[in-house]
């Protein structure tokens, strides 16, 4: 079984989706490493991972983490300052002992002990009984805890109690506590034992208690469980796998258990992956300050857009964290994740990714299909115009992907009929460009095998040829750049090489394109409107959409156009998103940057955004509704030397001098954050980030450290 089932990760292309390449062979003589430990050190009893496991995890607000997380009021309560507070508990104190005092010593008369006279019997006055004794002092305890009591109150003891006693040096998580009852422990299983696999449940709480589980095996057999409650495995399956092979049972295609590295922290009960903190800043909601921020599939379902120049945090705070997270999601069974970027970009090592396509690289195993794994002349047609020109947005000469689709289709359709495959970059430039050759020799296949209507498909292609603004011309160019040495190897159609398609995003398979950036910086924005469009077009007709399908672009320069804004708004439907990445929004066409940060659910400005940047994520984020207050101070004089001594005393106690104050209070709409605010008042290594889920859930623009 795999991480949601019985069934193989098999593409539908011809080659079935590889298994990783693993690192390459180490000669004889080289030194080998040491094999990886089984158990996780310091826990070989699995006490790590039981605490892990019940650790709560309380419902919450949108991005917040949820892990061991302790909810918050929505409003912050009015908080006395420290200062304020310190001292106006000695001085209600120092009240109390001079009331005990005077009352002790008999300046306020005996009246206090009328209660005391009326209650003893006289017979209890001389001698001095042992009961008269206990009597007397305990009514001396009484007035002084009553005097405590008040003064208490007065000075607010309780308060500094909670704030600086023993009830905040209670950590979140005071350790692993009593184990819960079997019913409700999760290492238990008590879904398998109310299903009446009991000697599954068992055996998986066997190998829980003995350190021979790991997150990633909880949440792959949890996912596997979720297949047979939905009726597409069998229980006596999934029961057998789990006898067999314990801990390690439904496993990846791969077989890999976890990934060679983790740098993030992951929470594969919930899905998260935590990218920092909110700070505590007034900016930010009250239950949101000094909480976790976490992504899952429940917040990319809607996409993420993440705009800041270089060096800001883009790559190592949030693409390598939701690379982590989603290639765990993989093993585990839930997720497909594609990812692109830059050779030599920092996405993890080879060996996490099941499939490494390395284009322009000559040791790269495998290749990209150009095609998409279709079979379709007009479904080919559509996703390669789309990234041969798609970003000529401006209506000139091969501005209308429309006409490029039509082009495209009148030469792939007689070429796959003719061939039975669709053309190389070589051929297909060929074809675009009108060379007498191919075209002839297309015209004799089509004729010999008595395809009229591709024929004439072919001759009204001809036929434009010679008119003027035929976008053949900017096609040939445009697949020109691909016809380079570089590329030789690449994007073969004759069943030579090992291409990947999209096509096997129906199953958890994790890959990652690495673009020839250097020297082929057009080829690589081409490629990646390539991916983008395959990859929007192979989701939109999964099957299974519970398996999340997730692409990560590192750069999207010049992948933005208005096919990819209309595709993007789809793809939440088809349980799926996407994590562009830009150095700035001049990236993306003028016309297109309102509606691509309208169709993202989530949007994140990192620190160092340019103003006219800032001011497009100002008008997206809107206005909100907020009170204002105009506070007016004016010192008050005292003529008196009593005046004066009650002055020097509230100065004392709250540092302040004393004045007499008006408040104007009035409610105005504001920008959440101001453009100028966005660039000038995040601080290096944060990012103002907002959330949207794909049910519908919203959180403002919040201020958050990525390294919180």
């Not at 106006?88 to 009240?95: C, D, Q, R, Y």
């Not at 422990?185 to 034992?193: F, G, H, T, V």
């Not at 990934?259 to 990218?275: E, K, N, S």
């Not at 390669?384 to 030469?411: I, K, P, W, Y």
Request: net charge neutral; proline share 8%.
């Amino acid at each position: 079984m795999d991480g949601d089932g019985t069934r193989d990760a098999r593409g539908t292309h011809a080659n079935p989706v590889p298994r990783p390449a693993g690192p390459p062979e180490m000669p004889a003589e080289a030194p080998t490493v040491p094999p990886r430990p089984a158990r996780a050190p310091g826990s070989p009893d699995g006490s790590a991972f039981l605490t892990w496991l019940r650790t709560p995890r309380p419902q919450a607000l949108p991005g917040v983490w949820r892990f061991g997380h302790r909810p918050r009021p929505e409003e912050e309560p009015e908080r006395v300052p420290g200062r304020q507070l310190l001292s106006g508990a000695v001085i209600a104190f120092l009240v109390g002992w001079l009331v005990w005092s005077l009352l002790w010593n008999g300046y306020l008369g005996g009246w206090w002990l009328l209660p005391l006279y009326a209650m003893i019997p006289d017979s209890w006055a001389e001698p001095h009984s042992f009961a008269s004794v206990v009597v007397v002092y305990a009514y001396y305890v009484l007035v002084a805890g009553i005097i405590m009591v008040a003064v208490g109150r007065l000075g607010r003891w309780g308060e500094i109690w909670r704030r600086y006693g023993p009830p905040a040096w209670r950590g979140a998580a005071a350790g692993a506590g009593p184990a819960p009852a079997p019913e409700e422990d999760p290492a238990a299983w008590p879904a398998l034992r109310a299903a009446g696999a009991h000697d599954a449940a068992e055996r998986l709480a066997t190998e829980a208690r003995s350190g021979l589980m790991r997150d990633v095996d909880h949440a792959r057999i949890a996912r596997a469980w979720q297949g047979v409650q939905r009726g597409r495995h069998s229980l006596a399956t999934f029961t057998g796998a789990v006898l067999s092979h314990g801990a390690a049972a439904c496993p990846h295609p791969s077989g890999a258990r976890d990934l060679p590295v983790r740098r993030a922290r992951h929470d594969l009960v919930t899905g998260q992956v935590r990218i920092g903190a909110a700070a505590d800043d007034a900016r930010n909601p009250y239950a949101y300050r000094g909480a976790g921020l976490a992504l899952g599939p429940d917040l990319l379902g809607t996409s993420l857009l993440a705009v800041g120049p270089a060096g800001s945090g883009k790559t190592g705070s949030l693409v390598r964290p939701l690379t982590e997270s989603l290639c765990l999601h993989a093993l585990a069974g839930r997720a497909a994740v594609v990812v692109v970027g830059a050779a030599g970009a920092d996405l993890g090592p080879a060996d996490a990714y099941d499939v490494v396509v390395r284009i322009g690289h000559p040791d790269s195993v495998y290749d990209l299909d150009l095609y998409g794994g279709t079979t379709d002349p007009d479904e080919a047609a559509v996703v390669l115009a789309e990234a041969l020109v798609g970003d000529l947005t401006d209506q000139h000469q091969g501005g209308d992907t429309r006409r490029s689709t039509t082009v495209l289709a009148q030469l792939l359709g007689p070429f796959r009929a003719v061939h039975g495959r669709f053309p190389g970059v070589p051929e297909l430039r060929q074809l675009l460009e009108g060379a007498p050759g191919p075209l002839a020799e297309l015209r004799e296949g089509l004729r010999a095998a008595g395809q009229d209507s591709l024929l004439r498909e072919l001759d009204a292609r001809e036929r434009q040829m010679d008119r003027p603004g035929d976008v053949g011309g900017v096609l040939a160019d445009r697949v020109a750049l691909l016809d380079r040495p570089a590329f030789a190897p690449f994007f073969d159609t004759s069943g030579q090489s090992r291409p990947f398609s999209l096509k096997a995003l129906d199953h958890p398979v994790r890959v990652r394109v690495d673009l020839p950036q250097r020297g082929h910086a057009d080829a690589s924005r081409m490629l990646a409107r390539l991916v983008l469009a395959q990859f929007t077009a192979s989701v939109s007709v999964r099957e299974d959409r519970s398996l999340f399908a997730c692409l990560v672009l590192d750069d999207a320069s010049g992948v933005v156009t208005p096919e990819a804004v209309r595709a993007v708004q789809r793809l939440r439907s088809a349980g799926a998103g996407v994590v562009l990445t830009l150095r700035t929004l001049d990236d993306v066409p003028r016309p297109l940057r309102g509606p691509l940060l309208g169709a993202i659910g989530c949007r994140m400005a990192l620190s160092g955004l340019t103003p006219w940047d800032g001011q497009d994520f100002a008008e997206v984020w809107g206005k909100e509704w907020t009170e204002a207050r105009d506070v007016t101070d004016r010192q008050i004089i005292a003529e008196t030397p009593a005046g004066k001594a009650v002055h020097m005393l509230r100065r004392v106690i709250t540092g302040k001098a004393p004045t007499a104050r008006a408040v104007t209070v009035r409610q105005v709409e504001r920008e959440r954050w101001s453009a100028s605010e966005l660039a000038h008042a995040v601080p290096a290594g944060h990012a103002v980030l907002s959330l949207t889920s794909v049910k519908g859930e919203h959180a403002p623009p919040l201020l958050v450290d990525l390294h919180g």
